[in-house]
């Protein structure tokens, strides 16, 4: 996670307001596999989850209720976040067990560090990956990707860099 970006020094707190999204419950009570490195942090990811500005990119019509009800994520660091920076973007995001997150893109390269759960990643041009506590996934710019959870929920700390740092994923189908 390092060497994916230099962690900016100003990172101004900002007033973002809590805003809360069905799932922030199911990150309040999450218990299960996590990592002695990734635990301090899904620690207090929990005892914080009520205050962050949890969020979800896609509508009803694009994934379906039972996603919305189970998925969420707040921008920690970054251009609309609770820490303000506009060289890199940091977002916890969670996804309840057996979602199946399809294809999508995005142009900001990204790496996805599991903090707790566990999920497969696809990738184009990619052998399937399965990501447990303390692993990390990179995608590439416009590298079009995929996740499916199956039995455990999966709690991640994403991090974005490069050009279109302020944009939003976007489904390969759409
Ligand atoms: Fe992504």
Known sequence: ???????????????????????????????CSDAELTRPLVQSIKAAANEGHWIQTYTEEQVG?????????????????????????AFVAYWGAG??????????????????????????????VKVSPGKAVFHASHQSHAMMTTDQPILTLVLWRGAGLAGLPRMDNA
């Not at 962690?7 to 009570?29: F, M, N, R, Y």
């Not at 189970?70 to 920076?85: D, T």
């Not at 199946?100 to 184009?124: M, P, R, S, V």
Request: charged share 20%; proline share 8%.
């Open 65 to 89: 209720r039972h996603f919305l009800a189970n998925y969420g994520y707040f921008e920690l660091v970054g251009p609309k976040g609770h820490f303000h920076s506009n060289h890199l973007r």
């Open 1 to 31: 996670m390092r060497a994916f970006t230099e962690w900016p020094v100003e990172v101004p707190e900002t007033d973002t307001p809590p805003l809360k999204v069905p799932a922030v419950s199911q990150v309040e009570t999450l218990s």
């Open 99 to 128: 979602l199946k997150y399809d294809w999508h893109h995005h142009e900001a390269e990204e790496i996805y560090l599991c903090l707790a759960g566990g999920a497969t990643f696809y990738a184009d041009g990619r052998a399937p």
